[in-house]
Antibody, heavy 126, light 108 residues
Framework: QVQLQESGPGLVKPSETLSLTCSVS????????WSWIRQPPGEGLEWIGY???????NYNPSLKSRVTISMDTSKNHFSLKLTSVTAADTAVYYC????????????????????WGQGTLVTVSS | DIQLTQSPSSLSAHVGDRVTITCRAS??????LNWYQQKPGKAPKLLIY???ILQSGVPSRFSGSGSGTDFTLTISSLQPEDSATYYC??????????FGQGTKLEIK
């Protein structure tokens, strides 16, 4: 059974960088598509971006200038960095797996999310 | 960007009722629509993918239908454990994955 576990600081100061890691167990990180998704308290879901083990990435255009997703196959984990955070970045951050993706002229996107981490709350506050 | 609009935003129903939630896309997304269930404090759970395929382990009282711009999630006989928020999601059309705003389902 695949399991995902997010880890990282629960409190980040404004203007600093949010860094999270998703550790994958019960299966290899290779050959799948791995996303970060967030949910502000009491609100809906927002996709942040994804990575494939070839290093291929795609990001939400609204966050693209601040986001980097990377992968370490030797450690079977992938990571999120979000720079210059503000209070609007306060949210529960989830990592999730996709089995496939859709590709068109505009790029590729993960199809759906079949496994999720439990989520980790990150609060941006001084 | 494709917008997904769910209706209703919330509803309340009795155990045993048939419940339908609708998701409308701002442009055609073929059958590339997924449904998730989220309970308080938990991660979303994939229920239905490609509009009508039941994810493994999901009870058969859940079903999905639709194509193009209009989709529905139906619970044929509501159970107490179905109290949750339901989201639709598409990734057919770049530049981004989008989710509906959610439908909160309560049991009377």
């Amino acid at each position: 059974q695949v399991q995902l576990q997010e880890s990282g600081p629960g409190l980040v100061k404004p203007s600093e960088t949010l860094s999270l890691t998703c550790s994958v167990s019960g299966g290899s990180i290779s050959s799948f598509y791995w996303s970060w998704i967030r949910q502000p308290p009491g609100e809906g879901l927002e996709w942040i971006g994804y990575i494939y083990d070839s290093g291929d990435t795609n990001y939400n255009p609204s966050l693209k200038s601040r986001v980097t997703i990377s992968m370490d196959t030797s450690k079977n984990h992938f990571s999120l960095k979000l720079t210059s955070v503000t209070a609007a970045d306060t949210a529960v951050y989830y990592c999730a797996r996709s089995l496939g993706r859709y590709c068109s002229g505009g790029g590729c996107l993960p199809k759906n999310f079949d496994y999720w981490g439990q989520g980790t709350l990150v609060t941006v506050s001084s | 960007d494709i917008q997904l609009t769910q209706s209703p935003s919330s509803l309340s129903a009795h155990v045993g009722d048939r419940v339908t939630i609708t998701c409308r896309a701002s442009q055609s997304i073929s059958s590339s629509l997924n449904w998730y269930q989220q309970k308080p404090g938990k991660a979303p759970k994939l229920l239905i993918y490609v509009a009508s395929i039941l994810q493994s382990g999901v009870p058969s009282r859940f079903s999905g239908s639709g194509s193009g711009t209009d989709f529905t999630l139906t619970i044929s006989s509501l159970q107490p454990e179905d109290s949750a928020t339901y989201y639709c999601q598409q990734s057919y059309s770049p530049p981004q994955v989008t989710f509906g705003q959610g439908t909160k389902l309560e049991i009377k």
